[in-house]
T-cell receptor
């Protein structure tokens, strides 16, 4: 059974640009969440999608957005990049989400560097 | 914001020794999960313990949960160099509908030969 797949693994962007990250969850999982990890703030919840609907959102500015497709694959987008957006972005997959007490599986992450 | 803290922040032991990490959290929970993260990599799920469980084992891992003290511990027995990583506890929201995990600050474990 394939795990959670995130692409790209590494990318470098310039301030002001936008970026799109992709996540393919484990087959059969309908919940996809995104987390940002930085040395200063640790692991922070961005948002969760379930059956193509955003179900929860963390405390991030509107520049951070996402979506989920009918096959449960998800993308997140960050517009007008700032230096502080440099981070490891982790995608998490589960059957029905953390609220249901499911095991949450993570991908290898996408390393974003903003210069 | 972090749910709580992990203690110690860093731990250095020799191969074969046991490693114990502690996690404290602030609000009621349904479940607590432990993860391992190797440098620059994603999170690997280790074990999930439910709020009505007090102890759980998986191979060399032993997790305890004390909901009255809002704390959990992860014990790795007979540690190996390959156990070198950061370890995080993560709690679900308990009550409410916010379907997210809240992570502790993590413990960096170094196992030397």
């Amino acid at each position: 059974k394939a795990g959670v797949t995130q692409t790209p693994r590494y990318l470098i962007k310039t301030r002001g640009q936008q970026v799109t990250l992709s996540c393919s969850p484990i087959s059969g999982h309908r919940s996809v969440s995104w987390y940002q990890q930085t040395p200063g703030q640790g692991l922070q919840f961005l948002f969760e999608y379930f059956s193509e609907t955003q179900r929860n959102k963390g405390n991030f500015p509107g520049r951070f957005s996402g979506r989920q497709f009918s096959n449960s694959r998800s993308e997140m987008n960050v517009s007008t990049l700032e230096l502080g957006d440099s981070a490891l972005y982790l995608c998490a997959s589960s059957l029905e989400g953390a609220v249901s007490g499911n095991t949450i599986y993570f991908g290898e992450g996408s390393w974003l560097t903003v210069v | 914001s972090q749910q709580g803290e992990e203690d110690p922040q860093a731990l250095s032991i020799q191969e074969g020794e046991n490693a114990t990490m502690n996690c404290s959290y602030k609000t009621s929970i349904n479940n607590l999960q432990w993860y391992r993260q190797n440098s620059g990599r994603g999170l690997v799920h280790l074990i999930l313990i439910r709020s009505n469980e007090r102890e759980k084992h998986s191979g060399r891992l032993r997790v305890t949960l004390d909901t009255s003290k809002k704390s959990s511990s992860l014990l790795i027995t007979a540690s190996r160099a390959a156990d070198t990583a950061s370890y995080f506890c993560a709690t679900d929201p308990g009550t409410g509908t916010a379907s997210k995990l809240t992570f502790g600050t993590g413990t960096r474990l170094q196992v030397t030969l």
